[in-house]
């Protein structure tokens, strides 16, 4: 899977949109993007996947670059329970070889503040 | 909402003692995973099992045996405890045959003494 890279922390403040970058500049055409975060002492918690085209959801956006080699999260109206560290990963469509396993990294530490 | 629960949030257990981690998953989902999470080191899978009564080796398998009998249910067995096996356990599940992403349990903090 390919390897991304990711600021270690991040501050914002409550109710701005927070936009958490990832580069994953060897990424190949089979591989997705996820985003998890996980709040202190919890199990982390899936928030978003794409493949090239931008998706959204409930918790948030994900826009990957037309290269795909870099991709954003943002959380357009972040809150104080936002405060996780958030993980952006890289993995092979489920169909393929090892598409079962995912590669956690250090992650983003995002802090949101009054 | 699917569910993982994990039976014990926190466990110490003695140096050389057989240990049990279960997990139980709601949702009829096929894939499930056991991961360790330790400071500086991120997580880790260990062992992944993607249909009753089969299993496959993760990255850090040593010390450590799973178990699947039923497809709800899956166990990590601990066959003697090391204190470096000291960490905090995840187990997740995820349906197969598709890309929705994992959904954790809240973790079991283990501590061998």
């Known amino acids: 899977d390919a390897k991304t890279t990711q600021p270690p922390s991040m501050d914002c403040a409550e109710g701005r949109a927070a936009n958490l970058p990832c580069n994953h500049s060897?990424?190949?055409?089979?591989?997705?993007v996820y985003w998890y975060r996980q709040i202190h002492s919890q199990g982390p918690q899936y928030i978003i996947h794409?493949?090239?085209n931008n998706e959204t959801n409930e918790m948030a956006s994900l826009i990957i670059t037309e290269d795909r080699k870099s991709s954003t999260l943002i959380l357009p109206h972040a809150t104080l329970r936002d405060t996780a560290v958030y993980y952006c990963?890289?993995?092979?469509?489920?169909?393929?070889?090892?598409?079962?396993?995912?590669?956690f990294g250090t992650g983003t530490q995002l802090k949101v503040e009054l | 909402d699917v569910k993982v629960t994990q039976s014990s949030r926190y466990l110490v257990k003695r140096t050389g003692e057989k240990v049990f981690l279960e997990c139980v998953q709601d949702?009829?989902?096929?894939?499930m995973f056991w991961y360790r999470q330790d400071p500086g080191l991120g997580l880790r899978l260990i062992y992944f099992?993607?249909?009753?009564?089969?299993?496959e080796k993760g990255d850090i398998p040593e010390g450590y045996s799973v178990s699947r009998e039923k497809k709800e249910r899956f166990s990590l067995i601990l066959e003697s405890a090391s204190t470096n096996q000291t960490s905090m356990y995840l187990c997740?599940?995820?349906?197969?045959?598709?890309?929705?992403?994992?959904?954790f349990g809240s973790g079991t903090r283990l501590t061998v003494v």
């Open positions: 997740a599940s995820r349906p197969g045959g598709s890309n929705y992403g994992y959904t």
């Open positions: 990963i890289v993995r092979v469509a489920f169909n393929t070889g090892g598409g079962n396993k995912l590669t």
């Open positions: 060897t990424i190949s055409g089979n591989e997705y």
């Open positions: 099992s993607y249909d009753v009564k089969m299993k």
């Open positions: 794409g493949l090239k």
């Open positions: 949702m009829d989902h096929e894939n």
